[in-house]
């Protein structure tokens, strides 16, 4: 923008704000660095190039496998398909919940949220309230996150492990999933309500279940059962086919399947399949993918660290030019004009819509009293209770305020279409002519 003495853009990058900002790149830049050297310190392997370019290439068919299972999941488990086998209790189900993988539990209930299925504004309001649309309540092994910051007391704990079966509900913020090296004391089934999302897996075999699931011994006896069932199955509990059992017809599960066999082919017939055995293959996948993971949040790290050191508010500055421009402040080369010089000369209110009023004439047939309650408007801020703040003006001032608002809005369809957020009734509900 051409002004005179002013340059608009300087002002930005002499300020304070572009001052503090421009001052955290420094710590960014070092965090990157340290990230970069963390990344760096992983061998892969012994380190050759070969060793990467094979891994690199098992690595991305592995992801693109899990994406291919992830999309798969998400067709069969909409609710036409996974609702018909919820409806009765005992379902063997593996639930991952928040992405952390609780393992194999029992179903208890089925619930649909009421009213989702009425038309009218019943069933609008029960479909826009929170929570989701169907949700089962699971018995799941979990240990109680209080227990991992009792390491060191031993006394304490034992105290709690004995109260411990008194409680039945479980939920993702007090317990989390049982581990390998848990000890079995600290481990209880208890009851989460979860959707039909967290359902990674549903097993074709289903457990007797005790009426009332509360008491300690009820859950103790189902967790036994399920305790047999996965020792009867070492190699896996039954599941139900997608396509046999819960009848998936969709061209792009088809697909999904297509290509799952594809890569699955692919990753058994790859060298890092056939020449290592499992744990050694599962190491370097993982620190591979640990490698990149530090890789890609110290190149977000350095992309914040860059932004930073430039100009702050630079896109707010452009759609204000823009905003100037469509109002006729300025002109297409950005040279200040006769409307934008009024408006440096107004240092109270709004000084766009004050100029509009004034370019748009409002002023020239009032008299001084009504200009005087006119500009009161924009300045008085105390609230009115009145839906209608116009309500009760007199016909001599009534015409001067309807052409304020329409003055104002305007105004604010100006700064809307240029990608400013702004709410227009909103910034015209703020003229109060109650003084």
């Given at each position: 923008m051409r002004v005179e003495d002013v340059d608009p853009e300087y002002l930005l990058r002499a300020s304070f704000h572009q001052f503090q900002q421009e001052s955290e790149a420094p710590a960014l830049e070092i965090k990157a660095n340290e990230l970069q050297t963390q990344a760096e310190a992983i061998v892969i392997g012994d380190g050759s190039e070969d060793v990467k370019n094979k891994l690199d290439e098992y690595f991305q068919l592995n992801q693109q496998l899990q994406i291919?299972?992830?999309?798969?999941?998400?067709?069969?488990?909409?609710?036409?398909?996974v609702v018909p086998f919820l409806q009765n209790p005992g379902r063997v189900l593996d639930c991952r919940i928040d992405g952390e993988n609780y393992g194999w539990g029992v179903l208890v209930s089925y619930k649909k949220k009421a009213g989702t299925g009425s038309a009218g504004l019943a069933g609008k309001v029960a479909a826009e309230s929170s929570?989701?649309?169907?949700?089962?309540?699971?018995?799941?092994?979990?240990?109680?996150?209080?227990?991992?910051?009792?390491?060191?007391?031993?006394?304490?704990?034992?105290?709690?492990?004995?109260?411990?079966?008194?409680?039945?509900?479980g939920t993702i913020n007090h317990c989390r999933a049982a581990k390998a090296g848990d000890?079995?004391?600290?481990?209880?089934?208890?009851?989460?309500?979860?959707?039909?999302?967290?359902?990674?897996?549903?097993?074709?075999?289903?457990?007797?279940?005790?009426?009332?699931?509360?008491?300690?011994?009820?859950?103790?006896?189902?967790?036994s059962a399920l305790n047999e069932v996965k020792r009867r199955f070492p190699e896996g509990v039954p599941l139900l086919d997608p396509i046999k059992d819960l009848r998936v017809e969709s061209e792009d599960f088809n697909k999904l399947q297509n290509r799952k066999t594809t890569l699955t082919g692919r990753l058994s017939s790859h060298s890092f399949t056939t020449e290592l055995e499992e744990k050694q293959r599962s190491k370097l996948v993982n620190d591979y993918g640990q490698r990149l993971d530090l890789l890609e949040q110290a190149k977000t790290i350095r992309n914040e660290a860059r932004s930073c050191q430039g100009m702050v508010m630079r896109d707010e500055l452009k759609?204000?030019?823009?905003?100037?421009?469509?109002?006729?402040?300025?002109d297409a080369n950005g040279v200040i004009q006769t409307k934008g010089r009024t408006a440096c000369?107004?240092?109270?209110?709004?000084?766009?819509?004050?100029?509009?009023?004034?370019?748009?004439?409002?002023?020239?047939?009032?008299?001084?009293?009504?200009?005087?309650?006119?500009?009161?408007?924009?300045?008085?801020?105390?609230?009115?209770?009145?839906?209608?703040?116009?309500?009760?003006?007199?016909?001599?001032?009534?015409?001067?305020?309807?052409?304020?608002?329409?003055c104002a809005r305007t105004v604010a369809k100006a700064i809307i279409a240029c990608k400013i957020e702004l709410d227009e009734d909103e910034f015209v509900g703020k003229l109060n002519p109650g003084l």
């Amino acid at each position: 923008m051409r002004v005179e003495d002013v340059d608009p853009e300087y002002l930005l990058r002499a300020s304070f704000h572009q001052f503090q900002q421009e001052s955290e790149a420094p710590a960014l830049e070092i965090k990157a660095n340290e990230l970069q050297t963390q990344a760096e310190a992983i061998v892969i392997g012994d380190g050759s190039e070969d060793v990467k370019n094979k891994l690199d290439e098992y690595f991305q068919l592995n992801q693109q496998l899990q994406i291919t299972e992830r999309k798969m999941l998400k067709i069969t488990r909409k609710a036409q398909y996974v609702v018909p086998f919820l409806q009765n209790p005992g379902r063997v189900l593996d639930c991952r919940i928040d992405g952390e993988n609780y393992g194999w539990g029992v179903l208890v209930s089925y619930k649909k949220k009421a009213g989702t299925g009425s038309a009218g504004l019943a069933g609008k309001v029960a479909a826009e309230s929170s929570g989701p649309e169907h949700t089962i309540d699971v018995l799941l092994p979990c240990v109680d996150r209080h227990f991992d910051q009792m390491k060191d007391n031993d006394k304490a704990k034992e105290e709690d492990i004995a109260n411990i079966n008194l409680l039945w509900r479980g939920t993702i913020n007090h317990c989390r999933a049982a581990k390998a090296g848990d000890d079995d004391k600290i481990i209880t089934y208890r009851v989460f309500t979860i959707g039909l999302d967290d359902i990674y897996e549903l097993s074709a075999l289903r457990l007797f279940l005790p009426k009332d699931i509360h008491p300690y011994q009820a859950r103790k006896s189902v967790a036994s059962a399920l305790n047999e069932v996965k020792r009867r199955f070492p190699e896996g509990v039954p599941l139900l086919d997608p396509i046999k059992d819960l009848r998936v017809e969709s061209e792009d599960f088809n697909k999904l399947q297509n290509r799952k066999t594809t890569l699955t082919g692919r990753l058994s017939s790859h060298s890092f399949t056939t020449e290592l055995e499992e744990k050694q293959r599962s190491k370097l996948v993982n620190d591979y993918g640990q490698r990149l993971d530090l890789l890609e949040q110290a190149k977000t790290i350095r992309n914040e660290a860059r932004s930073c050191q430039g100009m702050v508010m630079r896109d707010e500055l452009k759609k204000m030019k823009r905003v100037l421009r469509q109002l006729g402040h300025v002109d297409a080369n950005g040279v200040i004009q006769t409307k934008g010089r009024t408006a440096c000369e107004i240092n109270t209110a709004n000084e766009l819509v004050v100029v509009e009023l004034m370019f748009c004439g409002v002023f020239n047939d009032l008299s001084v009293e009504q200009c005087m309650a006119l500009l009161s408007c924009m300045t008085f801020d105390e609230r009115v209770s009145d839906d209608d703040p116009a309500q009760g003006l007199k016909s001599y001032l009534l015409d001067p305020f309807r052409k304020l608002q329409l003055c104002a809005r305007t105004v604010a369809k100006a700064i809307i279409a240029c990608k400013i957020e702004l709410d227009e009734d909103e910034f015209v509900g703020k003229l109060n002519p109650g003084l």
